[in-house]
Nanobody, 115 residues
Framework: QVQLVESGGGSVQAGGSLRLACAAS????????MAWYRQGGGKARELVVT???????IFRESVKGRFTASRDNDKNTVYLQMNSLKPEDTGVYLC?????????WGQGTQVTVSS
């Protein structure tokens, strides 16, 4: 069973930065896609960014220009660098992966941005 473990969340003021990491228990090269979602404030879970096997990333419109994504295949980890954070970025950030064995979710890491 693949395990995904998120880290890097915390509390920051608006305009601050955080770097999230999602470490997988197995090689991330096997996954068709990986992604970060967030959920908070009574809102539905929303997709933040996806990573595909070609290395491309697709961001939701509201975070473009502020968030960047990267991956380290040797460490089986994907990263989400979040800059210029806004209160509306607050939520639990969850990592997901889809591979031949199915879909997997991490437990999430809390991000709180105060105004």
């Amino acid at each position: 069973q693949v395990q995904l473990v998120e880290s890097g969340g915390g509390s920051v003021q608006a305009g601050g930065s955080l770097r999230l990491a999602c470490a997988a228990s197995e090689s991330i090269s096997q996954f068709y896609t990986m992604a970060w979602y967030r959920q908070g404030g009574g809102k539905a879970r929303e997709l933040v960014v996806t990573y595909n096997t070609a290395g491309a990333t697709i961001f939701r419109e509201s975070v473009k220009g502020r968030f960047t994504a990267s991956r380290d295949n040797d460490k089986n980890t994907v990263y989400l660098q979040m800059n210029s954070l806004k209160p509306e970025d607050t939520g639990v950030y969850l990592c997901s992966a889809i591979g031949a064995g199915g879909g997997y979710w991490g437990q999430g890491t809390q991000v709180t941005v105060s105004s």
